[in-house]
């Protein structure tokens, strides 16, 4: 992977009050428009530090196929048992992220659909996307673990469980800053 040239963008300092988020899916919103989410996290950071975590299973609203079961390990009875309604999910995660000034995602596209589809509203210009300000436009765009690995960050918990890739997005956004990007 090429990395891009550092923009320091941030001037070498986190934001005072930010957020990185976190969606696991039925599916593709682009492939498939009714694809819901399952999983929703944040966690809120006051400059590198991380201050809290949230996540919650939430009813989809559509089928669970048996791809994205294997692939996240989150059953439909996992989700009847301790899920809530998008209602709930969107009240949770709207006032978590009251007072942030950015919201950081690896796939921040990915992610902008699954706040839309919660109905949880973040400005463009509060939103932050490291996979694509990771490398140059001409460069494919890296996968979370490629863009750990190509960093050094480490990975506390199981991948593709929102508030493990939530915390993994906030750690290369956390380099990223270090770095100068």
Not at 12 to 33: K, L, M, N, V, Y
Not at 161 to 180: L, N, S, Y
Request: glycine letters at 8%; charged letters at 25%.
């Amino acid at each position: 992977m090429n990395l891009a040239p550092p923009s320091d963008r941030f001037r070498r300092a986190h934001p005072g009050r930010w957020a990185a988020i976190d969606f696991e899916t039925t599916g593709i919103w682009s492939r498939d428009p009714s694809t819901g989410v399952i999983e929703a996290a944040a966690v809120i950071y006051e400059g590198p530090r991380e201050v809290s975590a949230w996540s919650t299973l939430v009813h989809p609203e559509t089928h669970l196929s048996q791809f994205i079961m294997d692939l996240t390990k989150i059953t439909p009875e996992m989700i009847d048992a301790a899920g809530v309604d998008r209602g709930v999910a969107r009240q949770q995660m709207t006032d978590l992220l009251q007072g942030v000034e950015l919201v950081v995602a690896h796939n921040m596209e990915f992610d902008r659909s699954g706040l839309r589809w919660l109905g949880v509203f973040v400005p463009p210009s509060k939103q932050y996307c490291t996979m694509l300000n990771l490398v140059p436009e001409t460069e494919k765009w890296p996968k979370l673990s490629e863009a750990v690995t190509e960093l050094g960050i480490e990975v506390d918990g199981q991948p593709h469980r929102a508030e493990t890739d939530a915390r993994t997005a906030g750690r290369i956004f956390i380099e990223m800053v270090r770095r100068g990007y």
